[in-house]
């Protein structure tokens, strides 16, 4: 029989990356027993960091050093560290844009559902009260919730997201016609008044601008991140500035830019064309301190396979847009890690792991 605190000293000499610290001091392993069969159960900071194999692969050869019988190492869930308004969130990040028509609804259902397809447990809140279009994206058109017995309203769940919106409650062509403090009311009750259950990640798709959700929002409940959304254009990046000094104004860290729209990917020839002109997006994140997450292109399929309510994840998970996706969510989750640990994770920074500035596409022609 193997001693579990020689099992720990050996697990312990395994790091989990993104934190910095090794896996039994920051309390992602557990030792079990399945009968005569010894367990490893290893809960990571994220069930999207894309180094998660890679130290389940450590783990066993950790044990297999100091075992004389197999020792099986599962993934387990991620603990939930909320915040003391959501306990049972472990990170809510809003998505937002400075200026409508960029695509900001349509990267936030996208990378919800990526994290989901990741194994993580996701939630999201369509925010946009007065133009909500998550419905439809996530193929939800015409759902209409039910209210638990502690009259909570109970998320629908597509692509194994649990989404809330405004546009449950409203016919599709009906006008949102309110005014400021209804919109911080109902807003409020779409994050507290949801039976969200457990979650790793609650993604709010907020509206574009810089208006009265937002506030209410983050009086409500304190935001971990925020992701800004924009296209290449110098003048979109103007209202970027806006959105990122009102979250700064709030105590809202800003994770980074995402640029949409970057390119198009022409099916036909492999060409890639900068419709919007060159891009100075990057140039114009270092200059005023924003992290610059990466370029999502134009695809074809992006705008039938939405009206179908298939994120193009979903749709065509082998395209270019949603390899980006998914460099884009590792990377993210990687970025929120550590800033949830605090300043002492910076140390470690992952050599080699996989984010979405690895993945280059064809030279612009």
Same mark, same amino acid.
């Given at each position: 029989?193997?001693?579990?605190?020689?099992?720990?000293?050996?697990?312990?000499?395994?790091?989990?990356?993104?934190?910095?610290?090794?896996?039994?001091?920051?309390?992602?392993?557990?030792?079990?027993?399945?009968?005569?069969?010894?367990?490893? !159960?290893?809960?990571?900071?994220?069930?999207?960091?894309?180094?998660?194999?890679?130290?389940?692969?450590?783990?066993?050869?950790?044990?297999?050093?100091?075992?004389?019988?197999?020792?099986?190492?599962?993934?387990?869930?991620?603990?939930? @560290?909320?915040?003391?308004?959501?306990?049972?969130?472990?990170?809510?990040?809003?998505?937002?844009? /400075?200026?409508?028509?960029?695509?900001?609804?349509?990267?936030?259902?996208? *990378? @919800?559902?990526? *994290?989901?397809?990741?194994?993580?447990?996701?939630?999201?809140?369509?925010?946009?009260?007065?133009?909500?279009?998550?419905?439809?994206?996530?193929?939800?058109?015409?759902?209409?919730?039910?209210?638990?017995?502690?009259?909570?309203?109970?998320?629908?769940?597509?692509?194994?997201?649990?989404?809330?919106?405004?546009?449950?409650?409203?016919?599709?062509?009906?006008?949102?016609? $309110?005014?400021?403090?209804?919109?911080?009311? @109902?807003?409020?009750?779409?994050?507290?008044?949801?039976? $969200?259950?457990?979650?790793?990640?609650?993604?709010?798709?907020?509206?574009?601008?810089?208006?009265?959700?937002?506030?209410?929002?983050?009086?409500?409940?304190?935001?971990?991140?925020?992701?800004?959304?924009?296209?290449?254009?110098?003048?979109?990046?103007?209202?970027?500035?806006?959105?990122?000094?009102?979250?700064?104004?709030?105590?809202?860290?800003?994770?980074?830019?995402?640029?949409?729209?970057?390119?198009?990917?022409?099916?036909?020839? /492999?060409?890639?064309?900068?419709?919007?002109?060159?891009?100075?997006?990057? !140039?114009?994140?270092?200059?005023?301190?924003?992290?610059?997450?990466?370029?999502?292109?134009?695809? *074809?399929?992006?705008?039938?396979?939405?009206?179908?309510?298939?994120?193009?994840?979903?749709?065509?998970?082998?395209?270019?847009?949603?390899?980006?996706?998914?460099?884009?969510?590792?990377?993210?989750?990687?970025?929120?890690?550590?800033?949830?640990?605090?300043?002492?994770?910076?140390?470690?920074?992952?050599?080699?792991?996989?984010?979405?500035?690895?993945?280059?596409?064809?030279? @612009?022609?």
């Amino acid at each position: 029989m193997i001693d579990n605190e020689v099992l720990r000293n050996a697990l312990a000499t395994v790091t989990e990356p993104a934190l910095g610290r090794d896996v039994v001091s920051a309390n992602l392993v557990e030792i079990a027993r399945d009968g005569e069969q010894v367990v490893v !159960r290893y809960a990571p900071p994220s069930a999207a960091l894309p180094h998660n194999g890679a130290v389940m692969e450590l783990l066993r050869t950790a044990a297999a050093t100091v075992a004389n019988q197999p020792v099986r190492v599962e993934l387990a869930p991620s603990a939930i @560290a909320g915040s003391p308004s959501s306990p049972r969130i472990g990170c809510l990040l809003g998505v937002g844009a /400075g200026k409508g028509g960029v695509g900001k609804s349509t990267v936030a259902s996208n *990378l @919800a559902v990526t *994290l989901a397809k990741a194994g993580c447990r996701v939630g999201l809140l369509d925010a946009d009260i007065y133009g909500p279009s998550v419905p439809i994206l996530m193929g939800l058109r015409g759902a209409k919730p039910a209210v638990n017995a502690a009259r909570q309203i109970v998320p629908a769940v597509a692509h194994g997201v649990k989404t809330v919106s405004i546009g449950f409650m409203v016919q599709e062509d009906m006008a949102v016609a $309110w005014r400021g403090p209804m919109v911080g009311k @109902a807003v409020t009750q779409l994050l507290s008044d949801v039976d $969200w259950g457990d979650l790793d990640y609650l993604l709010v798709d907020l509206p574009p601008g810089t208006g009265d959700v937002v506030l209410s929002l983050c009086q409500a409940a304190a935001l971990d991140g925020a992701v800004v959304v924009s296209t290449p254009q110098d003048v979109a990046f103007a209202d970027v500035l806006r959105a990122v000094r009102m979250f700064s104004m709030l105590k809202v860290d800003v994770v980074g830019l995402v640029e949409n729209m970057a390119y198009f990917l022409c099916p036909d020839n /492999g060409k890639t064309y900068e419709i919007f002109g060159p891009s100075n997006s990057e !140039r114009h994140c270092s200059s005023h301190d924003v992290p610059f997450l990466g370029r999502l292109p134009i695809e *074809l399929q992006v705008s039938p396979s939405a009206d179908a309510g298939l994120p193009i994840v979903v749709a065509e998970p082998n395209s270019d847009l949603a390899v980006r996706y998914r460099a884009l969510a590792a990377d993210l989750a990687l970025r929120v890690v550590r800033r949830k640990a605090g300043a002492a994770a910076q140390a470690s920074l992952g050599q080699g792991f996989f984010t979405v500035h690895d993945y280059t596409p064809p030279a @612009a022609s």
